[in-house]
């Protein structure tokens, strides 16, 4: 049987070869000076509502009294949930900021240094408060940061895998802060980290609803 043969019809030039070949690293340079423009220009917004140094947030002094009945309650509440009952932990400003230092270590740092409660949104299902994070600056290297002073709006709310919180607004005060910077943010999941810490995530992730309350929030197990 004879067989198909492909005859060139045309000389051989290495032109089309190299013309791919640098195409394709003009756009690979493209997508170096892209990146490296937006990530200036992002360094730039950020730059306008930072300042060098943090904001020293209050003490939070709980009672010993009131701290002993806090863990108790906290300790109930996770024994119920995990034993499958339908229970519910109401918590009010002073506790959620206390919670902020009895909570353990995230790998992330204490929340206690960054956030402090102040007031709720109920309609929103909102807590709301004062923060001083800390932030990188463009050459990272240098072990610098830079830190956003003001307040912060945290939707609260129940998905899946329990109990969440993100922040969905930021202010400071004379300054503006870019939307840009505000939508990044809103996908950092605050309790998410605990999730992964046990025994803290499992009682965590059978949490059903939350009710934001005119004086804190109200955590329970039952849809």
Known sequence: MASIQKIPTGDFSPFYGCAIMTMAAMTFGGIIAWSAYSLI??????????????????????????????EKRLTDFAAGARAGQMVELTLNIAELNALLTMAPDSGYGSYAELLRFEKTDPA????SGQVSLPMNRL??????KRYLNG??????????????????EVKVPGKTVAEG???????????GPYRKIEPLGTV????????VTADGVTLSTKV
């Open 124 to 127: 929103k299902s909102t807590l």
């Open 151 to 168: 307040e912060a709006v945290f939707l609260i709310y129940v998905h899946e895998e329990g109990i969440d919180a993100k922040m969905v």
């Open 181 to 191: 910077f505000v939508n990044g943010m809103e996908i950092w999941p605050w309790i």
């Open 41 to 70: 220009t992002q360094d730039k917004a950020i730059e306008v509502f930072t300042v060098n140094e943090p904001v020293k947030m209050a003490a939070i002094n709980l009672p010993v009294e009131m701290k002993a009945a806090l």
């Open 204 to 211: 965590l992730k059978l949490i059903k609803k939350v009710t």
């Open 139 to 144: 050459k990272f290297w240098e072990g610098r």
